[in-house]
């Protein structure tokens, strides 16, 4: 089977024709779990090459793109610290969710976080990791991922789940 990211606009509810995002539609790979940023500036999704499955693919790795199209960025935090002996692909870097918030700043910047889940672990089990993606002008810039210390590392934990925890307000008498 195929796979490819498509966009259908919104016109105030009207919809619209599918159309192939340029960057993640491409025939050689299958790109698949998209998930949009919390400003809807960019697009995380997993890729592999064409003909593979893509349930569970050791093969699976993380990118980000605008949603509009352009040339997908490979996230740095796919690969593994160079100690492991493991690289990627060969450890099904999947499921990318964002952090609930963009944090714009200074200079044109956008922080932006992203969590994965990969079978880097000694294990082999699905771990979640977080990494910072940064946008400055409209140049995307990854960096390695961090290992989230307190998930049970004998459970397989593929899919995060993030919020924006508030407290609520006293009741008014």
Known sequence: RSADLYAIPYANRAGGTAQAIQGASDPNFEEYYPVYAPDDQLLAFDRIPSGNNMYNSALAEVYVIPPSGGTATRLAANDPPACSGK???????????????????????????????????????????????????????????????????????????WDVFKIPPPPVN
């Open 87 to 161: 690289a990627s692909p060969g450890v099904t870097n999947s499921w990318p969710k964002w952090a609930p918030l963009a944090s714009p700043a200074s200079g044109g910047r956008t922080f932006y976080w992203v969590v994965f889940s990969s079978t880097r672990d000694e294990t082999g089990n699905p771990q979640l990791y977080v990494s910072p993606v940064v946008v400055a002008n409209g140049t995307v810039t990854t960096y390695q991922a961090l290992y989230l210390w307190n998930q049970p590392a004998n459970e397989n934990n593929h899919t995060p789940a």
